[in-house]
């Protein structure tokens, strides 16, 4: 059976975020395109009727100034005609502004979600075509010598309409037919060679005033993708934050179940490997009297061991939980780490000698106290030289180093010969349970929980853990505590040294009662 990696663990539990990500981007794709195929524009729905939307914006808008420009036409218009005729084209001018106006505010009242937008825009596309023939009827000034007053009318009348409907680039454009049509015409009212280089000039203006509707409609466009992209990140994170606080949720509650597990364990284990522990050390010893046949001593030393074993990895286990839970209490006091360092190397020292290998010691015991956590500092020490001593082959070499740091700090260096780590391992035995595989083949069995809490316990005093390896040449781990642990020797107080008055002797009888 193949061994069990953290990759299929996290498949296991669910997609990873490039996944997800990859997933959410195929479905907007393919809701983007299905409502596309669904649409007369090629756009989404919601494209189009925002682009309906401006449309009936700029026309609800515009309503009272394009009244007043025709009016102001009209009245203008009486130098060459009748009042009356200039009165009847102004008012047809003014229904179609109303007209369109009036669908404008009745679209943007409907419901965005059920509106026919095929429609409105139908609507909306023969609103602009009869505007603009209301507005070509000026070429009957042509006739009666205001051909002029009228070329530069229909300029501007091209003008307000391609800029008002560029958001429907079909209706700028059938718009502006009848109004070049209209522009055309003048040139054969006037036979003059000026007249004629005016109308093309006019023309090519309202080609310019259809290119700058084009361009507004792209720069709309651009501005709806924008937002629309805007909207889509802000759903995503709305929705990456519903499914963290979710996460949260069951983090909490999964931490809360592996407290109780942990303090049920805590109590339910510990009660029994107290008697296996004792009761086997009385039969391994023989206390009451010889085992009747040898091999019971070596099944008494087997349990005992066992029973050691199991009481220390509990132990670790719940060490390495309070850490994680942040429950670590550190019970700080002056502490001499030279010291403690020396008194773990002689405690390994039976280890180490029994598989023949050889300690290279380099410790400065000139080094001032610390405020630290004997035992936690003790657990550091006494983890990196069993791995040290664990992973080193029969005849290795270790070197431990204790000094003072460039930020005046202290460390503390252990390096073995043993096979080293693959640089792509290095993550996985910082892990909880984490075992390189050249140490799987080559050392002792263990639990993968000594790393951990040595990088757990350095943390919580502020320090610095470090780990380099490299295959066959071997593992070193430095542990570094900051230079604000670091206790400072106060120097020696000058005391002047007074004569002390003698005292005067006692004249006179002396009570021997007092």
């Known amino acids: 059976m193949s061994d069990l990696t953290v990759e ?7 997609p990873s975020t490039e996944e997800a990500a990859r997933r959410l981007g195929v479905a907007r794709e393919i809701r983007s395109a299905r409502e596309k195929l669904t649409s007369q524009t090629g756009l989404e729905r919601a494209f189009d009727y925002e682009l309906l939307r401006h449309y009936a914006q700029y026309r609800a808008g515009a309503g009272i100034p394009l009244v007043m420009f025709a009016a102001v036409l009209a009245l203008a218009s009486t130098v060459w005609i009748a009042p009356p005729v200039a009165a009847a084209w102004a008012l047809a001018v003014i229904l179609m502004i109303t007209l369109n106006s009036t669908l404008s505010r009745r679209f943007l009242r ?8 095929a429609r409105w825009r139908r609507r909306f596309l023969i609103g602009e075509v009869l505007q603009s023939l209301s507005w070509a009827a000026m070429i009957g000034l042509g006739a009666t010598g205001g051909w002029t007053f009228a070329l530069f009318g229909l300029v501007i009348a091209s003008a307000v309409t391609t800029m008002l409907a560029a958001t429907v680039p079909l209706a700028a454009a059938a718009a502006l037919v009848p109004l070049a049509l209209a522009t055309v015409s003048l040139s054969a009212l006037s036979g003059e060679m000026d007249a004629a280089m005016l109308v093309v000039m006019a023309c090519g203006a309202q ?27 802000f759903g995503e994170l709305e929705q990456a934050k519903a499914n963290s606080d979710e996460a949260r949720r069951r983090a909490e509650e999964a931490n809360l179940a592996k407290s109780r597990f942990l303090a049920t364990m805590s109590h339910e284990l510990r009660t029994p490997l107290n008697a296996i522990l004792g009761f086997s050390e009385v039969m391994k010893n023989e206390v009451f009297g010889t085992h009747t046949a040898p091999s019971y001593r070596e099944y008494s030393h087997d349990i005992h061991d066992s029973g050691l074993h199991l009481l220390n990895l509990i132990n670790e286990i719940l060490d390495l939980s309070r850490i994680e839970a942040g429950r670590y209490e550190l019970n700080e006091e002056a502490v001499q780490l030279a010291h403690i360092v020396e008194e773990c190397r002689h405690m390994m020292g039976l280890r180490a000698k029994a598989k023949n290998q050889t300690f290279h010691v380099l410790v400065d015991d000139s080094l001032p106290r610390l405020w630290a956590d004997e035992r936690a500092l003790r657990q550091i020490v006494l983890n990196l030289l069993s791995n040290a001593v664990k992973f080193t082959p029969p005849e290795g070499e270790i070197w431990l180093k204790v000094g003072w740091t460039a930020s005046g700090g202290q460390y503390v260096s252990v390096k073995d010969s043993g096979p080293g780590i693959p640089e792509d391992e290095l993550g996985t035995v910082l892990s909880s349970f984490g075992r390189g595989s050249l140490a799987i083949k080559t050392a002792e069995q263990g639990s993968g929980l000594g790393l951990p809490i040595v990088k757990g316990l350095v943390e919580l005093h502020g320090g610095w853990f470090k780990l380099t390896s490299k295959p066959r040449e071997g ?12 206790m400072d020797t106060l120097p020696a107080v000058e005391v002047d040294e007074a004569p002390v008055p003698a005292l005067a002797p006692v004249r006179g009888p002396v009570d021997r009662a007092a």
């Not at 299929?8 to 669910?14: D, N, S, Y």
């Not at 409907?110 to 937008?117: K, Q, R």
């Not at 005033?209 to 889509?232: H, N, Q, V």
């Open 475 to 486: 593992t070193e781990v430095v542990v570094t505590l900051p230079a604000t642990r670091v």
């Open 110 to 117: 409907a419901d965005p979600a059920t509106s026919p937008l």
């Open 8 to 14: 299929m663990v996290q498949r296991g539990r669910g």
């Open 207 to 233: 080609l310019f005033f259809l290119g700058l509707s084009r361009r507004l409609y792209a720069t709309t466009m651009g501005a709806l993708r924008s937002r629309a992209e805007k909207d889509a990140v």
